[in-house]
């Protein structure tokens, strides 16, 4: 499932292509992903540029310029954009593409065999309040996230920090791998109760997820060398996880194996030694 390093690279990979091109076509050809996708889709782009992109959560928003409506894209379980460029040399639409979205310049097709992707077109007036946005807490890589935030949010919370991470309304995008990621950075045991955290716990922790998460936007970022290629797909690459995956495998920090539980149905990974309970 795309975290947000890959929604924020796959972002970047299609705002040289889409943002402020014209769409000379817009062609869907399912009926819904996991919503209904609108009947009058591809009307409501033909003709328009998409400007001001940019991600919420996992959520890409895109303003269509000079109508009052906003794109909003998500790549669900298993989506995913392809660019092509060489326009006349196009390949068949490959089976799950389901939407192409066409400029002078390239086509940008939306493949997405599981069908839990989003492709809505909402009032931009109403998207700050629309149910998928409005109870979002802050981004995790704005200075709005710091450790005086994440510790007040912490306050009430009983649950085990770990789940607590992958809360949205706590922050937004940090999913099940980086949230493992985070914790052994910061020497956390994911078990460990959230109210529990100290201050500076949540400081230190706050620090570990901004790193984690740039590091892997920046590793997404060295794919996008490839992006542009005729068969350039945007938004997944290989991670190097410090302890994520490797159950039973020795701790890159202290040679303890590393110990895998579920949490909330989720797997967790962790050093016992180098993040006591
Ligand atoms: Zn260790």
Sequence with gaps: MPELPEVETTLRGLQPFLEGAVLESVD?????????????????????CLTQMRRRNKYILAEVAGTSNTLLLHLGMSGRFTIFTGLNNLPPRAKHDHIIFKTA???????????????????TVEVA??????????????????????????????????????DAA???????IYASESLFRAGINPLKSSQNLSRKQAGV???????????????GGSTLRDYAQPDGQLGYFAH??????????????????????????RSTFYCPSCQPG
Aim: hydrophobic share 45%; aromatic share 8%.
């Design 240 to 265: 190097i996880f410090k302890v994520y995956g490797r159950k039973g495998q020795g701790c890159l920090v202290c040679k303890t194996p590393v110990v895998q539980v579920v949490q909330a149905q």
């Design 105 to 123: 310049h390239a086509e940008v097709r939306y493949n997405d065999a599981r069908r839990f992707g989003l492709a809505l077109i909402i009032p």
């Design 28 to 48: 869907v050809y399912v009926a819904q992903l996991r919503q209904p996708i609108n009947k009058y889709f591809s009307k409501l782009l033909v003709g328009k």
């Design 205 to 219: 922790l706050v620090e570990c997820i901004k790193t984690v998460l740039t590091e892997a936007i920046a590793a």
């Design 170 to 176: 706590v922050v937004c995008g940090v999913g099940n």
């Design 129 to 166: 309040n629309h149910p998928l946005l409005l109870k979002l807490g802050p981004e995790p890589l704005t200075d709005a996230f710091d450790g005086t935030a994440l510790f007040k949010a912490l306050q009430r919370r009983t649950t085990a920090i770990k789940p607590t991470l992958m």
